[in-house]
């Protein structure tokens, strides 16, 4: 799913202008880069959390010349799914109101 197609989603399920729509996305996502930007942990219960890691110094090398290269240290992002979403991906409970189409829901027992 791409950004626009989560737009329209949220567009269509809140029935709502796109607009408004992509405002509302726009600061979740903004909302959270800020957060890990500070050095917060972002934790969406039944969904998982956000975090920055420390990644060392290190020496790589460049692909195309084999030549070696410094890379610096550095914080990346990190996400950490939570039980209630592993679970959902798994099949193990199904969410109480589902939001897809009935031809992209698997038919029971399938």
């Known amino acids: 799913m791409t950004k626009a197609e989560l737009i329209e989603e949220v567009s269509r399920v809140v029935?709502?202008?796109r607009k408004?729509?992509?405002v509302i996305v726009e600061t979740?996502?903004?909302?959270?880069?800020r957060a890990l930007r500070a050095g917060?942990?972002?934790e969406i219960r039944g969904f998982g959390s956000f975090r920055?890691?420390?990644r060392k110094a290190r020496i790589g090398r460049?692909?195309?010349t084999g030549e070696r290269v410094d890379v610096p240290a550095k914080r990346i992002p990190f996400f950490k799914p939570s039980k209630e979403l592993k679970d959902l991906v798994n099949?193990?409970?199904r969410p109480a109101e589902?939001?897809?189409p009935a031809e992209d829901q698997a038919a029971p027992g399938s």
């Open 15 to 17: 029935e709502m202008s």
């Open 20 to 22: 408004d729509s992509e």
């Open 28 to 33: 979740i996502f903004d909302s959270i880069v």
């Open 40 to 42: 917060d942990k972002v």
């Open 52 to 54: 920055t890691r420390q």
């Open 62 to 64: 460049n692909p195309k």
């Open 91 to 93: 099949g193990a409970g």
């Open 98 to 100: 589902s939001t897809l």
